[in-house]
């Protein structure tokens, strides 16, 4: 007969790892990514748990007859920004969860969805 897990042990672990993501979170807040388009006419930071902190637009990017190119920059450098900052939380993240994938849905574990890079 198989032995009953400890739901005492278990509870204990998962407020620990509850515990520890709380930290990594307040963590990533305080680190930042740079991303960049248009050979560096744009220039994106963004902090690990993604926030736009700043948007820097070289002159010679802003040209009055084709406002679509600017656009594609900072679209490009935004989206390259976010893929950096999630994969900062991930890498934080995964060592909390003992790489245990994130979100609600089939194999995952309900509740950590809205946790960055989840």
């Known amino acids: 007969m198989a032995q009953q897990p400890n739901m005492n042990q278990l509870l204990k672990q998962a407020q620990q790892m509850q515990a520890d993501m709380a930290k990594a979170q ?3 807040k305080g680190e930042s990514v740079e991303a960049s388009a248009g050979g560096g006419m744009v220039k994106v930071t963004m902090s690990g748990d993604m926030q736009l902190l700043d948007l820097v637009i070289a002159p010679e990017a802003i040209d009055p007859d084709d406002p ?4 594609d920059m900072v679209t490009a450098a935004i989206n390259e920004a ?17 790489g245990l994938p994130g979100g609600g849905g089939p194999g995952g574990m309900p509740g950590l969805g809205g946790l960055p890079g989840a």
């Open 82 to 98: 976010i893929r950096a900052a999630q994969e900062l939380a991930a890498s934080k993240m995964g060592g909390i969860t003992g």
């Open 26 to 28: 307040a963590q990533l």
């Open 68 to 71: 679509e190119l600017l656009q």
